[in-house]
T-cell receptor, first 106, second 113 residues
């Protein structure tokens, strides 16, 4: 199956800081999604972004499909942003990366 | 709230037992997917159903089976449970089978003792 690598694996930020999370994938994909898994385990859809750039409030994402990577930007981070961020790519079914664990401290 | 519901939220059972997890997709979605999240394996795709028919299979053990009913809800059956089956089991749904956004339910946390 497709390999999905996320970096960094762990990230600790001061509240108000900005961050960039990266997702690299090994083959062509039909689509790409970013999820936030909150401390209660819930997987929350952030972006459905097979290519291009999207923005939603303090979050934005860019996928460059030809170069097989996607970036998730978090600006002015808040403690509620803490959790694990997953990138998942679809090639018949969703392949998940191992995630970036983000901790935002007040 | 994604619109995907899963029951039960938590399940504790003993080795060797059999359990059934239930999922109702978002209104209008025809495709249902099952995923397993364990500490050592991460999030893994198990199986997909589309409008009642099995569409794709992933890393699903032979002890596990699933089905999608005419009302589009789905059940995942896990039998001869082992300690290593303890995990969070997610159901997701999408409008169709390929290249549509998947929405995840809250998950069922299974603990096998």
């Amino acid at each position: 199956g497709i390999q999905v690598e996320q970096s960094p694996p762990d990230l600790i930020l001061q509240e108000g800081a900005n961050s960039t999370l990266r997702c690299n994938f090994s083959d062509s994909v039909n689509n790409l999604q970013w999820f936030h898994q909150n401390p209660w385990g819930q997987l929350i859809n952030l972006f459905y972004i097979p290519s291009g750039t999207k923005q939603n409030g303090r979050l934005s994402a860019t996928t460059v499909a030809t170069e097989r990577y996607s970036l998730l930007y978090i600006s002015s981070s808040q403690t509620t942003d803490s959790g694990v961020y997953f990138c998942a790519v679809e090639a018949n079914n969703l392949f998940f990366g191992t995630g970036t664990r983000l901790t935002v401290i007040p | 709230d994604s619109g995907v519901t899963q029951t039960p939220k938590h399940l504790i059972t003993a080795t060797g037992q059999r359990v059934t997890l239930r999922c109702s997709p978002r209104s209008g979605d025809l495709s249902v997917y099952w995923y397993q999240q364990s500490l050592d394996q991460g999030l893994q795709f198990l199986i997909q159903y589309y409008n009642g028919e099995e569409r794709a299979k992933g890393n699903i053990l032979e002890r596990f089976s699933a089905q999608q009913f005419p009302d589009l809800h789905s059940e995942l059956n896990l039998s001869s449970l082992e300690l290593g089956d303890s995990a969070l089991y997610f159901c997701a749904s999408s409008l169709s089978g390929i290249s549509y956004e998947q929405y995840f339910g809250p998950g069922t946390r299974l603990t096998v003792t």
